[in-house]
């Protein structure tokens, strides 16, 4: 019965990877072309539409994590997922082409990400984010998001024939992602059924399982972008997702409920605060994130794991 069970998990991680590839390709075709008829830089884009959408996985699995007391996976999700994301799939993205770094996102968005981070570390010393400091994070990222809105547009909306492929744009847009929020809700339940079967820990399979799935979003559309040579999208997305995650994530989450962790929340808040960091003077060496780079960026992301599974 066991065995079947894992067969039946198993089956249904590989569907899930394959729904998010395929929704990831779509909805990408869709932002990108939809950034260059409206005039609004990819950069911009991935900062904004993308990270929201991709970090929508992220938002389901801490609220609901929240609503029933399991505080652990809420916090941990979301402090996995941005290591996730800055590790395995900055990295993974670099090694699949070289990104160059838009100036505005050293100067100005991974700033921010170092700050909102910094932040999280100081609100976990106590071990529980409040509503006060719930409410904190969301006026941060409604601050952040009217600065991007002031300078994303600069271009006119294009004629008759560009709305009507902006209508179909849209369709890809909207469809893709709702094939891949789908898909990594999908991988999420199959990935923690299989390491609950294994005696892992809640936070453990928080910072890692349930971060790893909702994280695959992130990563397909980084490679993806990659791919296409869109590299705004690619460095973007996974700036904009790692601040929509640690403001929008948990101020939301935190909102509904207040959030009590374990004293490993603090640990792992450190450590992705030093990958940050490392990530933005990655950024301000060359204005270019190399393979090497991105190797770097993987192998710490794999000593986190390795450290956070033993331990």
């Known amino acids: 019965m066991v065995v079947v069970t894992t067969l039946a998990d198993l089956t249904l991680a590989a569907v899930a990877v394959v729904g998010l590839w395929l929704g990831a390709d779509q909805f990408v075709r869709g932002a990108s072309r939809l950034a260059r008829r409206l005039g609004v830089s990819g950069l911009i884009v991935g900062l904004t539409v993308i990270a929201f959408g ?10 609901d994590a929240a609503l029933t007391g399991s505080a652990d996976i809420s916090v941990a999700n979301v402090v996995g997922s941005n290591v996730v994301n800055l590790g395995f799939v900055l990295g993974g993205a670099a090694l699949v082409r070289a990104l160059p770094i838009a100036p505005a996102l050293v100067r100005r ?3 921010a990400l170092i700050g909102a981070t910094a932040l999280l570390l100081g609100f976990l010393r106590d071990f529980r984010i409040d509503r006060g400091e719930a409410a904190v994070f969301v006026v941060l990222l409604v601050g952040y998001l009217a600065v991007l809105a002031r300078s994303g547009i600069g271009g006119d909306a294009g004629d008759e024939h560009a709305v009507a492929f902006q209508l179909r744009d849209v369709l890809r847009l909207v469809g893709g992602l709702a094939v ?8 999420v339940l199959a990935a923690t059924a299989l390491a609950r079967d294994a005696g892992v820990s809640e936070w453990t399979i928080g910072v890692t399982i349930v971060a790893g799935g909702t994280s695959l979003p992130e990563f397909v559309t980084a490679v993806v972008a990659a791919q296409r040579g869109r590299a705004g999208l690619s460095a ?15 101020g939301v989450a935190a909102l509904v409920r207040p959030l009590s962790v374990t004293p490993a929340a603090v640990e792992s808040t450190g450590w992705l605060l ?12 060359g204005q270019v994130l190399s393979r090497v780079e991105g190797g770097l960026l993987v192998l710490v992301n794999l000593v986190d794991w390795a450290v ?4």
Not at 54 to 63: D, K, R
Not at 236 to 250: E, I, K, T, Y
């Open 54 to 63: 991709t970090s929508a996985p992220e938002f389901a699995v801490s609220i």
């Open 109 to 111: 968005d991974t700033v």
């Open 180 to 187: 891949v929020i789908a898909s990594a809700h999908l991988l």
């Open 236 to 250: 973007g997305n996974l700036v904009g997702s790692c601040l929509f995650n640690a403001l929008g994530v948990l």
């Open 274 to 285: 030093g990958l940050v960091v490392l990530v933005t003077l990655l950024f301000w060496s």
């Open 308 to 311: 956070e599974l033993l331990w």
